[in-house]
C-alpha cells in the first residue's frame, strides 16, 4: 500500500515521513521525492506465530512517499504531483501556526489535484485529435470517437470546479480514466500541523472539512520526541504534561482512510500479514499471495484471527467448527486469516 504526503513548501510535510520513518531527510531528493516502507504493527502476529510455532513473522507494509513541497503559485505541481498518482491514499500536511490557515491550503490542494487531473485528460483528448487526422481502421477509429467524447464530458464536469469524488460518474467514464489514477478520486486524510503550544488542537478536527479524516499533530514535537530514549521521552512528557500521539495509531488511520483491510497467512515457516482494498475477494487475496494460488484456486479454508487467539489452537477451532469453507468471490473481512487450497 502507498501512501503519498501532499503539501505545500513549509507545511512540515517532510518532518511528518521522518517522524514515520524514522529517516533523516535527504536533500539530494528534495526535487523528486523520497521514499520508505514503514511496517505496519500488528500485535496479533506474535500471537498466531505462537499458535503455528512459525520461524519468521512478516507484517504488511506501508510505501510512504514524501512529495517535493508544492508552490502556492500551482506552478509545477502537476509534475511534483504525478509522484503520487500510484498512490492508494493522500496524506494532506496543512500547517496550522504562525498565522498559517490550514483550511484554505486545503482548498489550494484540492485546486492543485484537479488542475493536474484536467492537464492529464486534455492531454489524452489532445492525442486522441491527432490520432484521429490520421487514416484508420472503422473499429479503430470508432473507438477514438467514443473515447473522445466520454472524456470531454470527464473534463467538462472538471470545469465546474467540482472534484470528481462529489460529480456523478458514469461506470463508462470510471472504466475510460481508471488508467490515470486522477488524484481527484483518491480518498484523503487531513493531518492538520500545530505548534507545540497549540492549547486546542481539537479544535481543527472539529472544523475539519467532511468527509475526509483529520488528525492534528505538533509534528515538530513529535519529531524531536522519537529522537530520545523511552525512559527520557516519558519523563519529558510527564514533566510538560503532553500526551504524545500514538504513531501506530496514525499508520493504522491511513489504512482506514485508503479503504484496506488486513488479512493473515500462517504456517510453521511464516505468519505474515497483508493488505486489501475493502470488498476484495478471496481470490483477489490469494493473487497478491502468488499468482499461482490465484490461478489453481479451489477454496479458501477462512478464520477470523481473534476467533483462533481466543481459543488458542488450530485443532480446537476446527473442533468448535469455527473453520469456515468459502468460495473465490468471498469477500475478504478485516482480521481474516486464510488457507488456499489450489491446484498446482
Known amino acids: ?13 517532510t518532518t511528518l515521513f521522518q517522524w514515520l520513518t524514522g529517516l533523516a531527510a535527504d536533500p539530494s531528493l528534495a526535487h523528486r521525492g523520497q521514499t520508505a516502507v514503514v511496517p505496519l504493527p500488528e500485535p496479533r502476529l506474535e500471537k498466531l506465530a505462537e499458535i503455528y510455532h512459525s520461524q519468521k513473522i512478516t507484517p504488511a507494509g506501508l510505501e510512504i512517499v514524501d512529495t517535493p513541497g508544492l508552490s502556492r503559485s500551482h506552478e509545477g505541481n502537476p509534475a511534483r504531483l504525478a509522484l503520487i498518482r500510484e ?4 496524506v494532506l500536511v496543512l500547517a496550522a501556526y504562525d498565522a498559517s490557515d490550514p483550511w484554505a491550503d486545503y482548498q489550494s490542494l484540492e485546486d492543485d489535484f484537479l488542475l493536474a487531473d484536467m492537464e492529464i485528460v486534455s492531454g489524452r483528448i489532445h492525442r486522441i485529435e491527432q490520432s484521429l487526422t490520421k487514416p484508420l481502421p472503422k473499429t479503430e477509429k470508432e473507438q477514438l470517437l467514443h473515447e473522445q467524447t466520454v472524456l470531454q464530458q470527464v473534463l467538462s464536469a472538471m470545469e ?7 460529480t456523478q460518474m458514469t461506470d463508462e467514464q470510471r472504466r475510460m480514466t481508471r488508467a490515470f489514477r ?3 478520486e483518491k480518498p484523503r486524510f487531513l493531518l492538520v500541523n500545530t505548534s507545540d503550544d497549540e492549547p486546542d488542537p481539537q479544535r481543527f478536527v472539529r472544523s475539519a472539512p467532511a468527509p475526509w479524516p483529520c488528525w492534528a499533530v505538533p509534528l515538530d514535537l513529535e519529531w524531536e520526541l522519537s529522537q530520545m530514549s523511552e525512559e527520557d521521552r516519558r519523563e519529558f512528557e510527564k514533566e510538560m504534561g503532553l500526551q504524545g500521539t500514538d504513531k501506530t495509531h496514525l499508520l493504522r ?11 493473515f497467512t500462517a504456517n510453521q515457516r511464516e505468519v505474515r500479514a497483508w493488505l486489501l482494498r475493502k470488498g476484495g475477494t478471496a481470490l483477489e487475496a490469494a493473487a497478491q499471495i502468488h499468482s499461482d494460488l490465484a490461478r489453481g484456486f479451489i477454496r479458501a479454508d477462512v478464520i477470523p484471527a481473534d476467533q483462533l487467539l481466543q481459543v488458542g489452537s488450530q485443532r480446537e477451532a476446527k473442533a468448535q467448527h469455527l473453520v469456515r469453507s468459502e468460495h473465490k468471490d468471498y469477500p475478504v473481512q478485516d482480521g481474516d486469516l486464510l488457507y488456499i487450497h489450489f491446484n498446482v
Open 182 to 184: 486522477l488524484l481527484t
Open 160 to 166: 465546474t470546479g467540482q472534484p470528481l469524488q462529489q
Open 1 to 13: 500500500m502507498k501512501v503519498g504526503l501532499v503539501g505545500y513548501q513549509g507545511s512540515g510535510k
Open 87 to 90: 498512490a492508494d491514499c493522500l
Open 253 to 263: 488511520a491511513f489504512v482506514e482512510a485508503s479503504g484496506q483491510v488486513v488479512f
